[in-house]
T-cell receptor, first 115, second 115 residues
Framework: NAGVMQNPRHLVRRRGQEARLRCSPMKGHSHVYWYRQLPEEGLKFMVY????????ESGMPKERFSAEFPKEGPSILRIQQVVRGDSAAYFC?????????????FGDGTRLSIL | AQSVTQPDIHITVSEGASLELRCNYSYGATPYLFWYVQSPGQGLQLLLK??????LVQGIKGFEAEFKRSQSSFNLRKPSVHWSDAAEYFC?????????????FGTGTRLQVTL
């Protein structure tokens, strides 16, 4: 599958635990974006990364959330000490270059449920 | 700041009927505009995009959209809807400045198709 791969598809955590969401971009893409979709809402931008760099994190909550895109391996969105309000679908997208004209290709998302 | 409004939360059409989904955007310059479709439990698939040039753009699955600068609109159309088109549709705007890359999405329009 040459598309954007996200895992796991579904993740259940108890309040206070940590959640790690992974995203492997399309082959040849070095730009990764994370979006969050709350029930009955559109996608909200969280963070934009290139290899080893965070370019724009204007949509990331100030606490508990972090993201990385290492030189090797997938991009990781990490949520520490999860709370009920973190329940959402998290989508990763990738593009071959920077700029608003680059179409972003989306994965199928990770559905995070907090008990 | 850029924003997108999709005034219709839910639309129902009969199979074979024509379809128009509305999208209005707010952006200081000529934006990059996108329509995505999301089936239940899936990620977003790009239907079409507008960057510049011809204001009527053709996309996949028989969809088209028209950019109207005077109305700040980018409405999605299809002449004859098929039952498989039932899904949620999102309009998005991308920034047209430098390397700013995030997409801003509308809240979506859920399309129901009756047989």
């Amino acid at each position: 599958n040459a598309g954007v791969m996200q895992n796991p598809r579904h993740l259940v955590r108890r309040r206070g635990q940590e959640a790690r969401l992974r995203c492997s971009p399309m082959k040849g893409h070095s730009h990764v974006y994370w979006y969050r979709q709350l029930p009955e809402e559109g996608l909200k931008f969280m963070v934009y990364l290139q290899k080893e760099n965070i370019i724009d994190e204007s949509g990331m909550p100030k606490e508990r959330f972090s993201a990385e895109f290492p030189k090797e391996g997938p991009s990781i969105l990490r949520i520490q000490q999860v709370v009920r309000g973190d329940s959402a679908a998290y989508f990763c997208a990738s593009s071959p270059g920077a700029g608003g004209s680059q179409p972003q290709h989306f994965g199928d998302g990770t559905r995070l449920s907090i008990l | 700041a850029q924003s997108v409004t999709q005034p219709d939360i839910h639309i129902t059409v009969s199979e074979g009927a024509s379809l128009e989904l509305r999208c209005n955007y707010s952006y200081g310059a000529t934006p990059y505009l996108f329509w995505y479709v999301q089936s239940p439990g899936q990620g977003l698939q790009l239907l079409l995009k507008y960057f510049s040039g011809d204001t009527l753009v053709q996309g996949i699955k028989g969809f088209e959209a028209e950019f109207k600068r005077s109305q700040s609109s980018f409405n999605l159309r299809k002449p004859s809807v098929h039952w498989s088109d039932a899904a949620e549709y999102f309009c998005a705007v991308g920034a047209n400045t430098g390397t700013a890359s995030k997409l801003t999405f509308g809240t979506g329009t859920r399309l129901q198709v009756t047989l």
